[in-house]
T-cell receptor
Framework: AQTVTQSQPEMSVQEAETVTLSCTYD???????LFWYKQPPSRQMILVIR??????QNATENRFSVNFQKAAKSFSLKISDSQLGDAAMYFC??????????????FGKGTKLSVIP | NAGVMQNPRHLVRRRGQEARLRCSPM?????VYWYRQLPEEGLKFMVY????????ESGMPKERFSAEFPKEGPSILRIQQVVRGDSAAYFC?????????????FGPGTRLTVL
């Protein structure tokens, strides 16, 4: 079974600084998808960024980027120029590839990010 | 284009009562997932449905929980004889198909409190 581990229950960052959230996962598959979701106090789950395992290039979305290390099964999220609105729970998630099940997401336990003004 | 809708947003039940949670997927989406989030935890998969079919219920407790996604109307997650341990946030997500890389869009969740 796939597992996702987020080893940092809480992190904090100064406004305008950069922070990196860690995520490791375990799978025997070679093709899969990885996601970072943000959950603000409203509890709405918001997709931040997505990475396809067969792509070597790290995904980037504006101030958000990932460091995907497939051999190490590591998928960290870097937030640059942190803003107060980035304060939230961040969840790393894994999804099986097409043709390999129901495509359910497996989530880590989350990292609570605080942004200090 | 309205997003995934869930209602009610908050539901309070006493032990032994039934809870019905509703999810209307995004327009054009025929795949629905239900997840449960216990306090201080990540979301855990419960069940995956397509119209009129349960495809994968491997994450669903064997007793008291059931789900449906009828041809017409929303998907329903039903919890019979609720217990305090059922208190959690329940999220629904939908996707248009199982094509490669399709994102799951989440609703705002229903927060169930069992007294």
């Amino acid at each position: 079974a796939q597992t996702v581990t987020q080893s940092q229950p809480e992190m904090s960052v100064q406004e305008a600084e950069t922070v990196t959230l860690s995520c490791t996962y375990d799978t025997s598959e070679s093709d899969y998808y990885l996601f970072w979701y943000k959950q603000p106090p409203s509890r709405q789950m918001i997709l931040v960024i997505r990475q396809e395992a067969y792509k070597q290039q790290n995904a980037t979305e504006n101030r958000f980027s990932v460091n995907f290390q497939k051999a190490a099964k590591s998928f960290s999220l870097k937030i640059s120029d942190s803003q107060l609105g980035d304060a939230a729970m961040y969840f790393c998630a894994y999804r099986t590839p097409s043709g390999a099940g129901s495509y359910q997401l497996t989530f880590g336990k989350g990292t609570k990010l605080s942004v200090i003004p | 284009n309205a997003g995934v809708m869930q209602n009610p947003r908050h539901l309070v039940r006493r032990r032994g009562q039934e809870a019905r949670l509703r999810c209307s997927p995004m327009k054009g989406h025929s795949h629905v997932y239900w997840y449960r989030q216990l306090p201080e935890e990540g979301l855990k998969f419960m069940v995956y449905l397509q119209k009129e079919n349960i495809i994968d219920e491997s994450g669903m407790p064997k007793e008291r929980f059931s789900a449906e996604f009828p041809k017409e109307g929303p998907s329903i997650l039903r919890i019979q004889q609720v217990v305090r341990g059922d208190s959690a946030a329940y999220f629904c997500a939908s996707s248009p198909s199982l094509s490669t890389g399709n994102e799951q869009f989440f609703g705002p969740g229903t927060r169930l409190t069992v007294l």
